[in-house]
């Protein structure tokens, strides 16, 4: 497993902006995608967006597209969100995923897809 480590959360306004970044940390290791997910307490975890490295592929989840940018370092194995025009219900912990197995035909909107998580960063958005 990859060890992750999100930064740059907090509180914001609505309307307002927010970048996580996501760093990788311990022993030399390949990543063939890296994204976020966030969850509110009591729901499920559910898909924001990933970038995959061969062809710099990006996906997003409707409720973020034309809002949120993922961007990333693949030598680095460094990914970030730009979180622009926040709303209320953006508010969740949002937590860094990385797939280091690689492989065809995957689905990077299921969680089962990632082998390595960070221990998420809470984002507030206030009304």
């Known amino acids: 497993q990859v060890q992750l480590v999100e930064s740059g959360g907090g509180l914001v306004q609505a309307g307002g902006s927010l970048r996580l970044s996501c760093a990788s940390s311990?022993?030399?290791?390949?990543?063939?995608?890296m994204g976020w997910f966030r969850q509110v307490p009591g729901q499920e975890r559910e898909f924001v967006a990933t970038?995959?490295?061969?062809?710099?592929?990006?996906y997003y989840a409707d409720s973020v597209k034309g809002r949120f940018t993922v961007s990333g370092d693949n030598p680095k194995n460094t990914v970030y969100l730009q979180m622009s025009t926040l709303k209320p219900e953006d508010t969740a912990v949002y937590y860094c995923?990385?797939?280091?197995?690689?492989?065809?035909?995957?689905?990077?909107?299921?969680?089962?897809?990632?082998?390595?998580w960070g221990q998420g960063i809470q984002v507030t958005v206030s009304s």
């Open positions: 995923a990385a797939d280091a197995q690689g492989g065809y035909a995957k689905n990077y909107r299921r969680e089962g897809t990632y082998d390595s």
């Open positions: 311990g022993r030399a290791f390949s990543t063939y995608a």
């Open positions: 970038i995959r490295w061969i062809g710099r592929t990006l």
